[in-house]
């Protein structure tokens, strides 16, 4: 029995949560039996490259600035102190796979070499166990300049990309931008490196839900909404009132149109926004999900008709199901959505028409075929995934 140690977050938020469920599968489909899974949140980490004890329950949110400022400064000051004894699970595994999410990160004021503990804690298990597996499925970035600007500003951070990558059996990218990021830290082109879509579309799979056969001649519209996402990349905090304004025109269409909308919120500011946008229409819709979940966003979209959303996985999540999806862009990642059909706005402050149109195509539109091209491409994808697999991991042994 092979003990494999699932790296990501846990339960801290649904994206990473439908990565992690999608590379469940994705291991299951691989390994065929014979394993055990195990959680390593990254969180973990602060806690592992401190020598006063663990900390427990540890969430540094981005929209906490203060907090994470702090919590970082504290775990790069620890990171020459690192602690065997609280990464001692990855110590004992057969494998660590890294469940993709934006591994490497390059905004205007953080580099993930410099705010994360992680790749350090990686390379000491890899010293201290040379025979351990590893692997990561869903590798992604996000960058805020071109990546030859990134090579000559943050070579730090780009050699501990060659060193992380180098020390894995191969490397799954959700994404062309990782490859060439990757690539151009040095990591030789004979090494084993391929793009495949984000597992979180296998997260569905994973749970065993399909999309109801009702949904196309519905009129229930999911709303993923957030008033303070910003692009993550420069930084750049969203224009509040704008976005408001937004909310309320797409709401005053829904109503005109006779679509139903239901609104996944993920805390309690968005639900504060929505019930401005809903009073200022006259539209006071109970239809309002909190604190969604990755299971539970997967339900609900699988009876909706369609998806406008602000994050990027209840867009992946949206096209996982063939749902018609809106996505407004908020930094590098869109091209993952993008790639599966979703509409991609690259901005808000020009994008009011184009999400109208959407609704007035998705409110006339009574079919919108099968599963079968996404379901035919994950096949696809598998069948891939199982060649590297089989060629570089040692399994049965």
Excluded at 48 to 71: D, Q, V, Y
């Amino acid at each position: 029995m092979k003990t494999v140690v699932l790296l990501s977050t846990f339960d801290e938020n649904a994206g990473d949560d439908l990565i992690r469920h999608g590379v469940e599968y994705l291991l299951g489909q691989m390994a065929d039996g014979g394993w055990r899974p195990k959680n390593w949140t990254k969180s973990n980490a602060l806690s592992a490259s401190i020598e006063l004890g663990p900390i427990t329950n540890c969430t540094i949110s981005r929209s906490n600035r203060i907090k994470r400022i702090l919590m970082s400064r504290v775990e790069r000051a620890s990171m020459s102190k690192l602690n065997p004894w609280r990464y001692r699970k990855l110590l004992a595994s057969d494998m660590i796979i890294l469940c993709g999410t934006p591994l490497f990160y390059f905004s205007e004021s953080r580099v993930f070499a410099d705010y994360e503990s992680w790749p350090q804690i990686l390379l000491d298990v890899i010293r201290r166990k040379p025979t351990i597996q590893i692997v990561t499925l869903g590798g992604g970035s996000i960058l805020s300049h071109q990546i030859d600007k990134m090579t000559t500003t943050h070579s730090k951070a780009i050699a501990l990309i060659k060193e992380v990558v180098l020390a894995q059996k191969f490397y799954v990218c959700r994404d062309q931008l990782t490859i060439d990021l990757i690539r151009s830290s040095g990591v030789p082109s004979d090494f084993p490196l391929f793009v495949m879509p984000c597992p979180s579309i296998w997260a569905r799979n994973r749970f065993g839900i399909k999309r109801s056969p009702q949904a196309s001649t519905g009129r229930k519209v999911c709303i993923s909404f957030s008033i303070e996402s910003s692009d993550w990349a420069t930084e750049r905090n969203a224009d509040a009132r704008l976005r408001l304004e937004l909310l309320k025109g797409i709401l005053q269409q829904t109503k005109r149109l006779e679509l139903e909308p239901t609104f996944l919120a993920h805390n309690d500011l968005d639900v504060a926004a929505f019930r401005e946008a809903q009073r200022s229409v006259n539209e006071m819709t109970r239809h309002i999900v909190i604190r969604v979940d990755a299971k539970r966003l997967l339900e609900e979209l699988s009876t909706a008709k369609g998806i406008i959303t602000w994050r990027i996985h209840g867009a992946m999540a949206a096209r996982s199901l063939n749902i018609p999806t809106f996505l407004f862009k908020t930094d590098s990642r869109f091209a993952m959505a993008r790639d599966l059909g979703a509409v991609i706005a690259p901005n808000e402050i020009n994008s009011q028409l184009s999400v109208y149109e959407y609704l007035a195509d998705l409110a006339l539109t009574t079919n919108h075929g099968s599963e079968q091209d996404i379901e035919q491409l994950k096949e696809k994808s598998i069948s891939a995934l199982k060649r590297q697999w089989n060629k570089y991991v040692v399994w049965n042994d």
